[in-house]
């Protein structure tokens, strides 16, 4: 009866959009639970998952950013700004890229100006920081602070005031330096998913806490937590930094399970006893993780855990 009660399972996750990626997943989900040989693997499934680590850009949010203000912290007008920051970003697959992509579109036909397009040079990606690269002649940064002082950016206090303005309304802050001097910056904005607040408010119900874990800034970060229901956040966290707040959670013997998203979740959703990759996200992440929310909704987290306590009582 046991590998019947499994197919079902896996085939009734899959109708639901929820997919369980096979062997492997099953297994590590096994060695997690702690139980023994004699049960199925597929049953033991995140049955016991009591924490949720939670991504933001992307996971917990739309992930569509919009940049909803500028400013200019030089002589450079406003659309040249938008023309080289945009034309950085342009081999970028982050969301915020996009974002500063459409914002220049949008002011080029604004201004009724031409469709020129900057080439960049010797383009450089940045993991949880931003983009380097050389635009008509000229170094170009675009990114976040930790960019900014990576390549000993000075900051002004208005640069500063900016920031924190920006960041305390949830908005990302999102820098432009031409060549060493911070030329202007973008507030971006990405609201949290419809059903985040639902579903993090549920899982508590359920007796399962919610964390935030993100590289983006402190103060984003809590604001966009504090919208959603989660109390517990860690920002301006690096990829493998990620994976290492798994571990430690692990070590105090909790089973955890990490929803994500991008390149920079895969360390976390390989540490994660239950790696779940948002659909809509990248193709490493879905390789990444164990299984796959193809509808890229968060309610499908509740339906995965909920699938595998249905599963185990079946076996039982
Ligand atoms: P998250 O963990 O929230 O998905 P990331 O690790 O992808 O965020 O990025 C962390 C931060 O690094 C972003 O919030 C942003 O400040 C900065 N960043 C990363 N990539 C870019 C980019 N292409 N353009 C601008 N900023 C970026
Ligand atoms: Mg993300």
């Known amino acids: 009866a046991t590998p019947t009660a499994v197919m079902v399972a896996t085939g009734k996750g899959a109708s639901q959009g929820v997919l369980i990626k096979g062997g492997y997943a099953l297994e590590k989900a096994h060695k997690a639970s702690g139980l023994q040989k004699g049960i199925s693997r597929a049953s033991t499934f995140c049955p016991s998952v009591k924490t949720v680590i939670f991504d933001k850009t992307g996971t917990l949010t739309v992930g569509k950013p919009v940049v909803v203000n500028s400013m200019i912290f030089s002589q450079v007008p406003v659309h040249h700004l938008c023309e080289i920051a945009a034309a950085a970003e342009a081999n970028s697959e982050h969301p915020l890229a996009k974002a500063v992509v459409d914002h220049a579109k949008k002011l080029r036909q604004q201004y009724g100006l031409q469709t020129e ?7 450089e990606v940045h993991p949880g920081a931003g983009v ?4 008509k002649g000229k170094a170009v940064l675009v990114g976040n602070k930790r960019l900014m002082q990576k390549f000993q950016v000075p900051f002004s206090p208005e640069v500063e005031e900016y920031v924190s303005d920006t960041e305390h309304q949830a908005q990302t802050c999102v820098l432009v330096a031409i060549d060493g001097a911070i030329s202007g ?3 971006v904005m990405d609201p949290p998913k419809p059903e985040a607040e639902h579903v993090i408010s549920y899982l508590k119900s359920m007796n399962i806490s919610s964390i935030m874990v993100t590289g983006d800034n402190w103060s984003t970060a809590t604001a966009i937590a504090r919208k959603v229901g989660i109390c517990t956040v860690f920002a301006e966290t690096s990829p493998v930094g990620k994976a290492e707040k798994i571990k430690e959670l ?4 909790l089973t955890v399970a990490m929803v994500g998203d ?10 994660a006893d239950v790696g779940m ?5 990248t193709d490493i992440a ?4 164990d299984v796959v929310l193809m509808k890229s909704n968060l309610e499908d987290v509740i339906t995965a855990i909920d699938l595998s306590r249905k599963t185990l009582s079946r076996i039982r």
């Open 117 to 123: 397009h900057s080439e960049v040079n010797d383009f």
């Open 132 to 135: 380097r690269g050389n635009v």
């Open 185 to 187: 910056a973008f507030g």
């Open 250 to 253: 692990q070590t105090k013997g």
């Open 262 to 271: 991008g390149i920079n979740d895969s360390p976390a959703l390989v540490a």
């Open 277 to 281: 990759a948002i659909g809509a996200g």
């Open 286 to 289: 879905i390789e990444a993780a």
